[in-house]
């Protein structure tokens, strides 16, 4: 099956741009001749020109996990069951659109509005004149299409924001589709604020220091929220919960190894990433920043929570929270 050059491209073109999509993050499907061909779990959208990331499964199948037949996973709508690739987690709620085309992927403007309550309330003046609507934070999979489902109901919906999540953007052109991501970034771009601190990182070995994102330990604000909550599901999922903060001296003393986050705070002083830690992590540790020093001072941030975390991270509510209080001492 030949997919449309054009829907690759775009797909490449949102891949390629770290304020739409971060490492293996978001995903784009197409709709030929009964076929839905969407992205490929683990694989990456800036990866698109380059190698086969799509996977084809039947959407009715798909449709059928929602309604029980199956754990969301989308294996068993797959269409050729030994391709060697697995279906995003999120196939489902594609399969829920009739558009031919379906994009969502993790907007740092989307999110800035989509984890704050000020944020929220200035998208109806934001997007107005946009068939759109917000759907609720739900664990991605089953659970997030069917908060979609009831938040879209029968309008014709063309965009739908996810709270603490990212976009979705659905078309039936892929012209149509550009037009919409390129507006909407246009509509939610917010201004970097940033307070340029000096800072004096030290060396400890197997961490490295990331002089880009300084701010977030340098700046009060700043380092405020990066550890006081998650925001959005893939900053659990490859950087584990909030930031965690040491002193110099436990970080001097810590094994990385042993250290279960790959990313690190110290207050006034620098952001240490883990020299192993892989490009997804790195991407996420960007996507953070991006967003923290987007968000206006005096918005009020809403983190997903504890019980989200531990969903996320499939541990049970209890232990996680036990496993939490351990690791803040
Ligand atoms: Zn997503």
Redesign the pocket.
């Known amino acids: 099956m030949k997919l449309p050059p054009e829907f690759i491209s775009l797909s490449q073109e949102i891949g390629a741009r770290p304020l739409l999509v971060q490492g293996p ?2 995903n784009t499907s197409v709709k030929i001749d009964g076929q839905l061909w969407i992205k490929a779990s683990g694989t990456e959208l800036a990866e698109a020109l380059d190698k086969n990331i799509f996977v084809a499964v039947d959407p009715a199948k798909a449709m059928q996990e929602l309604h029980g037949a199956g754990d969301g996973s989308c294996r068993s709508a797959l269409i050729d069951s030994d391709c060697g690739l697995r279906p995003s987690i ?1 196939t489902t709620f594609h399969a829920m659109f009739d558009h031919k085309f379906v994009f ?1 992927f ?1 907007s740092v403007a989307a999110i800035c509005h989509a984890i704050a309550e000020e944020g929220r309330n200035a998208l109806a003046e934001k997007l107005s004149g946009l068939q759109w609507v917000a759907a609720p934070y739900r664990k ?1 999979g089953i659970p997030l299409t069917k908060a979609i489902r009831e938040a879209v109901g029968t309008r014709d919906i063309q965009v739908v924001v996810l709270n603490n ?2 976009i979705i953007i659905v078309g039936n052109t892929i012209d149509e589709v550009r037009d919409q991501i390129y507006d909407i970034e246009e509509r939610l771009d917010l201004p970097v604020h940033e307070s340029k601190t000096v800072n004096s990182p030290a060396d400890y070995p197997g961490w490295m220091c990331v002089p880009d994102v300084a701010a977030l330990a340098t700046d009060p604000n700043l380092f405020q929220r990066a550890t006081s909550g998650t925001y959005y599901p893939d900053h659990v999922v490859f950087l584990g919960p909030a930031m965690p903060a040491l002193s110099r001296s436990e970080l001097a003393e810590l094994d990385p190894a042993e250290f279960p986050v790959p990313t690190v705070l110290v207050e006034g002083e620098g952001v240490y990433i883990k020299t192993d830690a892989k490009p997804a992590q790195r991407a996420m540790l960007d996507c953070i920043y991006n967003v923290l020093t987007r968000i206006p001072a005096d918005w009020a941030l809403l983190p997903i929570g504890e019980d989200a975390e531990a969903e996320l991270l499939n541990w049970d509510a209890e232990k996680y929270r036990q496993a939490l209080a351990k690791r803040n001492g």
Do not use: R
């Open positions: 993050g978001g999120e969502h993790h991605p999540h990212g």
